[in-house]
């Protein structure tokens, strides 16, 4: 088993910049993946970010590439998301996730924590 637990959202203003945190125990987590998903009301979850359990991959979906960025600390068990120049559409529940493969949807990843809110105004 493996616990996730986000922190670091917020409210902030168009083209401000907010840092995701997710602190991860139980199993030893640098065996896995880690993801950043999020979903917006009324909308499906989608994928944000992922890092591989060295670091040395990352992935970020178009609509994030240039503005957000993933990253991971395995001697804290945490995973981060830094993100700049927010804009309404980032407003969302975001999703840490764990898994034992690097993907980009839902199913690859086991393990889940319970989302922090962004809301980003305009």
């Known amino acids: 088993q493996v616990q996730l637990v986000e922190s670091g959202g917020g409210m902030v203003q168009a083209g401000g910049s907010l840092k995701l945190s997710c602190a991860a125990s139980?199993?030893?987590?640098?065996?896995?993946?880690m993801a950043w998903f999020r979903q917006a009301a009324g909308r499906e979850r989608e994928f944000v970010a992922a890092?591989?359990?060295?670091?040395?991959?990352?992935g970020h979906a178009d609509s994030v590439k240039a503005r957000f960025t993933i990253s991971r600390d395995n001697a804290k068990n945490a995973v981060y998301l830094q993100m700049n120049s927010l804009k309404p559409d980032d407003t969302a529940v975001y999703y840490c996730?764990?898994?034992?493969?690097?993907?980009?949807?839902?199913?690859?990843?086991?393990?889940w924590g319970q989302g922090t809110q962004v809301t980003v105004s305009s």
């Open positions: 996730a764990a898994g034992r493969v690097l993907g980009t949807t839902e199913r690859w990843y086991d393990y």
């Open positions: 139980g199993r030893t987590v640098s065996n896995y993946a």
């Open positions: 890092i591989s359990g060295t670091g040395g991959t990352t």
